[in-house]
């Protein structure tokens, strides 16, 4: 159940991939570099497309700013038919039937509309939203995917002020193409 807001059983999962040196983005959006091609760390495992479907099918709904909304309108839509709830103050034009848009507190989001109908949600960026969630205590899973490239610019993971809050490690993965995922539980 997620541990902090509310009791339905669901569980929100934060995940992003942030560069080492704490990007998620470059200065221009540009995510490139989350799909360059660097050594093969042999002891990493890989995953199959099997099992990579399967963990997806598992995603009840994504949740994402509309930044990345659009960002990910322009790159190739990579939520396939999963409920998306693209979470924006602004009249955006509709353009899949998996996609709802939702303004507001983002506490009674989650606990009136979220919350009730789905239990694996997956909070997908970007950096503001994913702030915003931390801040409000609605974050029960981070998983924190690093790439091996330093980008010396672009936009911050975490930018803005969150309070000190210690989490639990449960997983570490390193996978063959040298990317690493760290699973963290909220301890609240
Ligand atoms: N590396 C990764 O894993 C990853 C993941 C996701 C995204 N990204 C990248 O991150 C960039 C977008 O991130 P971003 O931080 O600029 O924007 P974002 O978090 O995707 O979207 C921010 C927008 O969400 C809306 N919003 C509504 N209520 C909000 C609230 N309470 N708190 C925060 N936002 C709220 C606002 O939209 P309105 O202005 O419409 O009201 C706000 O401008 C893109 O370049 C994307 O490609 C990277």
Redesign the pocket.
Known sequence: MSSKGNATGSRVTL????SLDGF??RKD?S?SW?HANGSIYEAGVSISEEEAAIFVKAIDCYV??????E?ALELGWPYGDTPTVV????K?PSTRKSVEFC?GD?KTLLDEKLAPRYRNIWL?????????FLELGLVDEIRLTIAPVLLGDG?RLFGGSLTEERWNLKNVVAYKNGFVELSYSATG
């Open positions: 995940h992003v991939v942030s998620i983005a959006n995510v989350l994402l700013g509309s930044r990345t909304y960002h979470v924006t103050g602004r955006l303004s983002l997908v960026g970007g950096a503001m939203l994913c702030q915003r936009l």
